[in-house]
């Protein structure tokens, strides 16, 4: 079994800053690319920023500049720096991660969410 377990959530002041996190546990032989999420309400879940197993990144244009995706392999984990912060970023962000199992298959594994909310 593979859990994704975020952290990090809440609610911000527009402008201010959050760290959202994401770790691994369970058993599997490594992990590919990671990524996070959103999904606002009554609207489909967008990719924010992905990241892959050897750091190149990518970012949706609506927050390049201002988000930062990094990940610790030792930690199996990986963090979502958001900073200038604005209302529209309100949404919940789920983590994701291509697992590679034990018997060689990758599966695509999502953490629960956690809810971002930025006032004005």
């Known amino acids: 079994q593979v859990q994704l377990v975020e952290s990090g959530g809440g609610l911000v002041q527009a402008g201010g800053s959050l760290r959202l996190s994401c770790a691994a546990s369970?058993?599997?032989?490594?992990?590919?690319?990671m990524g996070w999420y959103r999904q606002a309400p009554g609207k489909q879940r967008e990719l924010v920023a992905v990241?892959?197993?050897?750091?190149?990144?990518n970012y949706a244009d609506s927050v390049k500049g201002r988000f930062t995706i990094s990940r610790d392999n030792a930690k199996k984990t990986v963090y979502l720096q958001m900073n200038s912060l604005k209302p529209e970023d309100t949404a919940v962000y789920y983590c994701?991660?291509?697992?590679?199992?034990?018997?060689?298959?990758?599966?695509?594994?999502w953490g629960q969410g956690t809810q971002v909310t930025v006032s004005s």
């Open positions: 990241i892959s197993s050897y750091g190149s990144t």
């Open positions: 994701n991660a291509g697992v590679v199992t034990q018997r060689f298959t990758t599966v695509d594994y």
């Open positions: 369970g058993s599997f032989l490594s992990i590919n690319a």
